[in-house]
């Protein structure tokens, strides 16, 4: 990717890129991607700065997707919180007459309306914003000029900056490549190429938004606050982290007035700056007054400016930090990027395993919180108990056929006690950590783990003819998935039943995959039988609400050269990736290409290319086996940059065809 022809390379000579030092210093962290080590430095930076000022918020807590294309609604995200971070006024975001984004969540529409009434955007027509099109390099470079006069700057002439690419585009939008290229905010791809209708991908719209930044001077106000955590940025649920906070003056002296300290939540997809409290992570010990027990503490420093404090994590979670000098003593920020001086961590990741090994000692009472029982242990962790050395509530016990075992005070056999051990139940324990150490461990109160659903966590709304109903049971058990028709908790009524049936892991982990009524809202209820034979409570499942099917779409195609560049050769190949799964490709299928000169050519599979399909039926590769003989144009060929203008002969998965047209970007092509 880095070597293609999306990437940005040399400028011509009057050209020069922004310095972004101001905006993105040094200093900026690390956002947590985990997906973007293969890019340079510099656009990793770019990328980090971008998430500092809340412009992007990543695919998910710790991925960016550098490679993937922008879509016009993510555009307009990025834009409106942009415009933001440039000090714009936001103007209502009422409703600006485009009917095709009522799909979009609430925000997006907002900032699509937004970016309308600051005459950033103008949409495909008076009434079409064209939501899903792929945005490219000429767009771009009518957003950000665009951007850059809402924020009260002047465009430079816009005199021609020696591309010879960008015939067929609006005087406008040869104005806009121009006026960006003389801003240093983009650049050509080298040879007086501008290359306007290639797709932007995500890492290079991180590439142009910092040095937009640069040309508005906007300045960061966190880097008089910094935090340094003490270890590793992964670490066990039930395990502690230490960090200071170290906060100065403009002149680099200590400050000691007020200040704040948040721990947010980052695992629920809510904006990293939004004040969740979920009671999963806290304070635990701390410097200056913290309490245990909070996930926000507002206090003073010590004399040298700094903080010290713990937090621990009882779940398996996402979670950054957050310190400000809380200069106007409210003893809060808001929901928004904070406008004092702040500093926030990269992501700490406490993930899922197991706890540390119990020491020897007598721990009376301990309910057990998990078991892995493949492993012969089983994890304790509840407030106020006692694993010893110190290790608080959260340890894993091990046995093995030379300890003691008894149900009820009972003797058992090793057999009877791990068929018994799950989640939830209640044990006397007598341990011994050494290996060769005989522990007595006493089920006293041989408990039910509760039945639970994990997906979907809340109503949902898909495309698709089955879902999968995730979710935790005790160990072993029988989890059976009722039809409930009539919406009312219950799976046992007329015409209501069992439609599938699944057995929980030995950790209780459960997967049920069901079939969806097309078109219509299908309810389901849960139940399960344990190893004791007594039938659970129905536990309701949310909503499946399984929505009109939506044609396929080309999402993304790429052209491969292993031939004559620039046009469609043999031997060269065309990759076309699809939105959902596509079937019904073969022999005879056609599908139809036209270039910029009015060439049009017809691949038809089995003869003059052949046509393979990947296994999830989500990529279709065609290579070329005979020249292309185009019809029409002005010039010999199909040649670079091409478009699939029709597709005939296979279908989506839903039995539709493919929608060639509501593919937009995804239908356009280079590369040969």
Known sequence: MVASLMVIGAAPASAAIVDTSGSCPASI??????????LDATTQHAINCLAFYDITKGTSATTFSPNGQVERWQMALFLARQAVAHGITMPSGAHQGFNDIAGLNAETQTAINQLAQLDITKGTSATTFDPSGIVTRWQMAL???????????????????????????????????????????????????????????????????????????????ALRVTITPSDAVTLGSGQARTYTATFRNADGSAYTAQVGIRILDVSNGAPVYNTVADGNTEFEAGTDGIVAGTELFVGFPGPNGAVTFTIRNTVAENVVVLAWQDTNGDGGYGNALPTEPFAVTAVQTFSAVAAPAATSGSTVGMVVASTIKANNTFAAGVAGQNCGNGLGANCTFT?????????????????????????????????????????????TTDNVAPLTVTAPSAAVTVDAATFTITGRADPGASVRVHVDLNNDGDGTGAGEGVVQTVTASEDGAYS??????????????VRQLPVDGVLSAFV?????????????????TT????????????????????????????ANDTISIADQDGSIATLTCGGNVTCSLSGDGLTLTLVVQSLIFATGGTTAGIQIPAQITAVSGFQGADGLAINVAGSAGGAIFGGF
């Open 540 to 556: 309701n499942v949310p909503t499946i609400t399984e929505g009109p099917n939506v044609a396929a779409k080309i999402s993304s």
């Open 399 to 443: 046995y093995d056929a030379n300890d003691i075992f008894q149900i009820g005070a009972v003797a058992a056999t090793l057999a009877d006690f791990e068929a018994a051990l799950s989640a939830a139940d209640v044990i006397n324990i007598t341990y011994f950590a050494a290996a060769d150490g005989q522990s007595t461990f006493n089920i």
């Open 143 to 221: 957003f950000l000029t665009r951007l850059v006069t809402a924020d009260g700057i002047a465009l430079p002439s816009g005199a021609p900056q020696g591309y010879t690419d960008l015939g067929g585009l609006s005087a406008e939008a040869v104005l806009a490549i121009n006026q960006v290229t003389q801003l240093g905010i983009a650049e050509g791809i080298g040879g007086g190429q501008f290359a306007p209708f290639a797709n932007t991908l995500r890492w290079q719209m991180a590439l142009f938004l910092t040095r937009t930044l640069a040309v508005g001077n906007v300045q960061p106000t």
């Open 29 to 38: 962290p690390a956002a947590g991607f985990t997906d973007i080590g293969a």
């Open 559 to 586: 052209g491969a050269n292993a031939g004559t560049g620039g046009i469609l050769d043999p031997s060269d190949t065309i990759t076309i990736v699809f939105d959902e799964a596509v079937t019904g490709v073969g």
């Open 512 to 525: 049920a995959q069901v079939s969806l009524t097309q078109n219509a809202a299908n309810n389901f209820v």
